[in-house]
């Protein structure tokens, strides 16, 4: 991408690499996603085709910003504050994670700015805990923070506790066993969606087929072309506010996943930017 492009001055986007992985429990190396996706990106084509335009134009700019992990409270606050600042700057931001987490800032972020906010969740966990590991800011808690300050519809899960249950929302979850080979859902899942919407796609929703390289990988997941239908559903009947793409551990050997995040950040964008956000 040309530098003239890549100014914060000037650009309408802004991505925000938050390379932390303080709290995951099985697979580590979240905290290499933010890079890993920044890197993969020099390999894909400026020019969508689905959307036909070349959305960087608008200016892309990546935020350079180091932050304190010393807590996982103080990670999600200092989130917070940053994406505030972008969000009192008019610009649109979106997150390169780094584990589940750090949507938690976020989206709280979000939630002062739009009040009637819906948070659209794509991932293989409910993260529905009230805490986890002593800390109510770890990523198998993201989505029930999120639903004390916004409605929340979940998309492709496969994976829940016992616990859990208590704070599943029937109407408002599509589990991958419900969903797989079909497509009436897709429209029933939007219509769950307020106007505006902060979208977090957890890089396990996918099928682990497509995406090997994440925390916690699990079956039956969704597919590529499915996931883009549903998402171009998505932004022709909602405002998508702000994203967040997590949960990528990259492989040495392997470069697939880091492409696929790449490739989605930038369809993202390209969506934001051609129903003019």
Request: charge should be negative; proline fraction near 5%; glycine fraction near 6%.
């Amino acid at each position: 991408m040309p530098s003239e492009y890549a100014r914060m001055e000037s650009a309408k986007y802004v991505l925000l690499p938050v390379p932390y992985d303080g709290t995951s429990t099985f697979v580590k190396g979240a905290e290499k996603g933010p890079q890993a996706i920044i890197d993969a990106s020099d390999s894909i084509e400026l020019y969508d085709i689905q959307t036909g335009i070349e959305a960087y134009k608008s200016g892309i700019y990546t935020d350079t910003h180091k932050y304190s992990f010393n807590t996982p409270e103080i990670m999600v606050e200092e989130v917070r504050k940053r994406v505030s600042f972008f969000l009192e700057q008019h610009k649109i931001p979106g997150l390169l994670g780094g584990e589940h987490s750090i949507s938690i800032g976020a989206i709280q972020s979000f939630a002062q700015k739009y009040p009637n906010l819906s948070v659209l969740q794509i991932d293989a966990h409910a993260d529905l805990r009230d805490t986890y590991n002593g800390s109510p800011y770890n990523h198998a808690c993201v989505m029930r923070r999120a639903q004390e300050v916004a409605n929340v519809v979940q998309v492709g899960i496969r994976n829940v506790c016992i616990e859990e249950n208590t704070h599943i929302i029937p109407e408002n979850i599509f589990y991958a066993h419900h969903i797989c080979g079909k497509t009436d859902w897709m429209q029933q899942a939007i219509d769950r969606l307020t106007e505006n919407v902060y979208l977090t796609i957890d890089l396990d929703g996918f099928d682990p087929s497509i995406v090997p390289a994440t925390g916690t990988p699990l079956p039956g997941g969704l597919l590529w072309y499915e996931t883009l239908e549903f998402l171009e559903l998505l932004f022709t009947s909602r405002k998508v506010v702000g994203f967040d793409v997590v949960e990528l551990c990259p492989q040495n050997n392997n470069k697939t996943s880091d492409v696929l995040a790449a490739v989605l950040v930038y369809k993202i964008i390209s969506w934001q930017e051609k129903f003019k956000i």
